[in-house]
């Protein structure tokens, strides 16, 4: 339930500055001719006065504006989550609707929630005489950095390119430190969520993303830097193979979804943010009490060849194995195990109390993709078909790829497939695809979306396995800060192939690998292990992978640097996990504080790839001085 609190003012000022609850972080809005805001933390500029506004296909909203009207009120809400950094999340905000007119006295109103470490805003269009329905041409949204400021952000592909032509689908390096006249690596700006450090005048981090898009509007991204500024840009023409529009449409009255800007002096409420979930709301009810879960998957390293029954059995018997819930049966099930057979098999995962995500692609008209099935999930009379038939086999979830980019038509398929699957029963892995917006809240059976450069690329290629460090001390704080990653990850080979002599060798060490269970977030987690891992890997690392939880009631940043390191500890029940790695080239010596250890037992799992556990004792007030080898890591657990 959303409180609104007493009004604090009415009022048409102009500049009008706004505060946060605590007054520490404020917005200021001003519109000479166009509109513009700018953000303060602690009175340190954060971002500089910064473009708002739109083009209309029936007006122009984003100059000769003036102020009409500005209303301001608190808003306060706590709800819950299952899946995500936190099972209960409390926020605050002071909300504000500015409503300005152009020359034409057509309305529009942009509507600010401005809480402690966050803004997001948005834009409304009230009905404009017999005009029930917009689309919208531009945006003039924009974000100014201070100068000086380094980026951290994943450029946007070319389109209609890799893999099929399946591209893009946010799976690009990122650049790191970079200064912000840097041209991107395509020439298409980048993705969300894009990372900032501002380094003068006073340190920041801002980390700008987007959330509450759902079948009413596209996804967007940022563009390159162009005099001082990135605006927000709507997909490219070539997406969705060039079918559809790039301008979103929607229905008036009617609403832009929310950009948002977490702010903080430290990492901390970058890593810790809820705000793509604080402003929006679930979009239907969940059909059934969805179980999130732990899952094996045989084609991340035994790949296409492993997609027959006798190999899949021997996954649920590794799932059965290690006390997991899920097993995950990948691309060309259909034709290597067909339809028919699949019953079988799922009964017989069913009999190891084993249940099954079936793998799809998304396509479709939208790329090249041959691995089947194919042209079940694009068209809804197929679609509800084939999950009718996964409802009676008792499938629990499933995984649909390679999708085509962010036009409106691909977030509606999405919506479509969430939809639909949810009248089923069914759970929705996505890949191939994009960022999650909100949707870990909006849709009670969505589980996590790749949009990483994830797991699979370590089996590709060498150069993944020698950046393997440093990927993952980004991800807390970028890609995974905004919504679920499905990294599939946790390598316990040392060589990934099915043959022990073959593959890329892994750079991390095992005890690393553990640590990214915690690090990366997914509510179910598709870990990368193999059946031969039961015998040749370190038992205390087996010990490990089979009681490690994937759902979290309360995620706290620690330390860390992106790119660098990072230290995370996530609580589940009355267990809390600290998890630390070191990507850099040297022994990191770290002096934590960890509350949540006070004068505590507790096991520490270390080592690198001679690992071990041992219980050890943290000091009454927190502290704990421990030093990290390079491409190594330690976990922490509450005994
Ligand atoms: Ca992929």
Redesign the pocket.
Known sequence: MTLALVPLSVMAENPTVVKSPNGALAVKLECTESPTYSITLNDAPMLDASPLGLVANFGDFSRGMKVTDCKIDTVADTYAMNRSKASSVSYKATHLVWTLENANKQQMQVEFMVADNDVAFRYFLPKDGETGSVRVMDEATGFRLPEGTTTFICPQSDAMVGWKRTKP?Y?EDYVIDAPMDQKSQFGHGYTFPCLFHVNAPTEGWVLISETGVDSRYCGSRLSDYQDGVYKLEFPMPEEFNGNGTVEPAFALPGSTPWRTITVGNTLKPIVETTVPWNYVKPLYDASTDYQFGRGTWSWIVWQDGSINYDDQVKYIDFSAAMGYEYVLIDNWWDTNIGHERMEDLIKYAHSKNVDVFLWYSSSGYWNDIEQGPISRMDNSIIRKKEMRWMKEQGVKGIKV?FFAGDKQPTIQLYEEILSDANDNGLMVIF??CTIPRGWERMYPNYVGS?AVL?S?NLYFTQRSCDMEALNTCLHPFIRNAIGCMEFGGCFLSRRLHREPNKGNYRKTTDVFELATTVLFQNPIQNFALVPNNISDAPAVCIDYMKQVPTTWDETVFIDGYPGKYVVMARRNGDKWYLAAVNATGEPLKLNLDLPMFKGREVQLYSGGNNPSVAPVKVKAKGLYKVTIPSQDGMVMVTK
């Open positions: 689908s799976e790829d890949h191939g790749e994830a699979e």
